[in-house]
């Protein structure tokens, strides 16, 4: 198991910047270096869905919705993860959970709360 934790998350206006960062204190630099480290975000009634992701080679994914305002960054020595969400929307406001992925077997983080302020 990978234990993750996240820091962010608050109450921002519409057009406003927040970063979101997501460590893993209890992993050694080799093991984070190999991870898939993902962003995904969830509504009350709706899928948890994938935001942001950054594989081992740090190749970046971005769902439709979020590319061009949001950047997923690792930074491996500090075996953190970092989103950075520009330019929100009301549409933004969600739990937004960081995840490790390992071989298909995925740890969650605790999932804090974003809303975006009208």
Known sequence: QVYLVESGGGVVQAGGSLRLTCAAPRTIFSVFSGLTMAWYRQTPGNQREL???T???????????????????????NKRVRLQMNSLNGDDTAVYYCAADRGGNRNWGQGPQVTISE
């Open 51 to 53: 935001v942001a992701s």
């Open 55 to 77: 594989s081992p080679g740090g190749n970046t994914l971005y769902a439709d919705s979020v590319r061009g305002r949001f950047t997923i960054s690792r930074d491996n020595s």
